[in-house]
């Protein structure tokens, strides 16, 4: 088993930025991936970064050049550094893991309000 717990979730103006992060533990020698999605009011969960064992990372087109995805494997932890943030980034932030047979973990989410 492996959990996950978010956090650094807030209120922030447009423009201004925000550091996430996810405490990882367990069963962390299973995870060969790790990532963010978030769900915004009445929408459904959309997919926003990945960051593999190896360092490779694929961002979301909505957060590209914004966004950056880390991973710190001595604290076992991984971040997502949010930057020039916009009303519409407003949303529930989960963190998860997909283990190397394909399982899932998620978190239980951390909320990121950007007001104007």
């Known amino acids: 088993q492996v959990q996950l717990v978010e956090s650094g979730g807030g209120l922030v103006q447009a423009g201004g930025s925000l550091r996430l992060s996810c405490g990882v533990s367990?069963?962390?020698?299973?995870?060969?991936?790790m990532g963010w999605h978030r769900q915004a009011p009445g929408k459904q969960r959309e997919f926003v970064t990945s960051?593999?064992?190896?360092?490779?990372?694929v961002y979301a087109d909505s957060v590209k050049g914004r966004f950056t995805i880390s991973r710190d494997n001595a604290k076992n932890t991984v971040y997502l550094q949010m930057n020039s943030l916009k009303p519409e980034d407003t949303a529930v932030y989960y963190c998860?893991?997909?283990?190397?047979?394909?399982?899932?973990?998620w978190g239980q989410g951390t909320q990121v309000t950007v007001s104007l």
């Open positions: 998860n893991a997909k283990s190397s047979s394909s399982r899932w973990y």
């Open positions: 367990g069963s962390t020698f299973t995870i060969s991936a």
């Open positions: 960051i593999t064992n190896g360092g490779l990372t």
